[in-house]
C-alpha cells in the first residue's frame, strides 16, 4: 500500500479533530513538545513509527488506520504470507513489514526490519529512541549491533532481546551484511 508522510499527518489531524482531542493532549501523551506536535502532525518534519504507534493509542485507533485510512477488519486470526506484509519505510534505509495488519484490537505490533549494513554506521553513535512499552527484537539473519543504556550487544541468528523501550535504544545492521529481524512491540 502507498502511502506518504502528508497522507498520514492529515489522516492524523483529521482523527483527532474528529475525535475532539485537543493538540496539547496528543503532545503531552507522545511526550512531545506542542509545537514539535504541531508541525509533526502538519506534515513538515518526518516522524518515527513509534510516535505514530503513541498517536494511535492515544487516540484510540489501530497504527495502520492512520497509515492507510483503512480499518483492520478480521478478529479471529489472519495470515500474511512471506514477504507480503503492510510495506512501511519510516527509517532511512531500514524496511518494516507490518505482519498483523490486517487484524483488528492488536495488543502487539509485529514487525519484520530489515536493516541495511552501512560502513559508515559501524564508527558513528547509534541513533537513539524511546517511546512507550516494551518491545522484543529476535534476529532472522545477520548480526545486529543493539545499544541501551550504555550498553552494547551483537546479537546473531536466532539471539533474541527484551527490553523497556522508554529506555533510548537503537540498532544497525553488524557483520557486513543486512540483518533481518522481527520486531514486537508491546
Not at 91 to 118: C, D, N, Q, W
Amino acid at each position: 500500500m502507498d502511502y506518504n508522510i502528508k497522507d498520514v499527518s492529515s489522516r492524523l489531524k483529521a482523527t483527532r479533530e474528529y475525535l475532539d482531542v485537543a493538540a496539547e493532549t496528543m503532545a503531552e501523551k507522545t511526550n512531545t513538545d506542542l509545537a514539535e506536535y504541531v508541525s509533526l502532525e502538519n506534515g513538515e518534519k518526518d516522524f518515527s513509527l513509534s510516535f505514530l504507534n503513541e498517536c494511535a493509542a492515544a487516540l484510540g485507533v489501530e497504527l495502520v488506520e492512520l497509515l492507510t485510512g483503512k480499518a483492520p477488519t478480521l478478529n479471529k486470526y489472519s495470515v500474511v504470507k512471506n514477504g507480503k506484509g503492510l510495506p512501511i519505510e519510516r527509517r532511512e534505509g531500514f524496511s518494516y513489514s507490518h505482519l498483523a495488519y490486517l487484524f483488528k484490537h492488536k495488543k502487539i505490533e509485529p514487525l519484520m526490519v530489515t536493516a541495511p549494513y552501512s560502513e559508515k554506521e559501524q564508527s558513528e553513535p547509534v541513533r537513539l529512541s524511546a517511546h512507550d512499552g516494551q518491545e522484543m527484537d529476535l534476529v532472522i539473519s545477520g548480526k545486529l549491533k543493539f545499544v541501551i543504556a550504555g550498553h552494547e550487544e551483537i546479537l546473531e541468528e536466532g539471539d533474541c532481546v527484551y527490553y523497556d523501550s522508554k529506555n533510548p535504544h537503537g540498532m544497525v545492521a553488524a557483520g557486513g551484511r543486512e540483518c533481518k529481524f522481527l520486531a514486537v512491540l508491546i
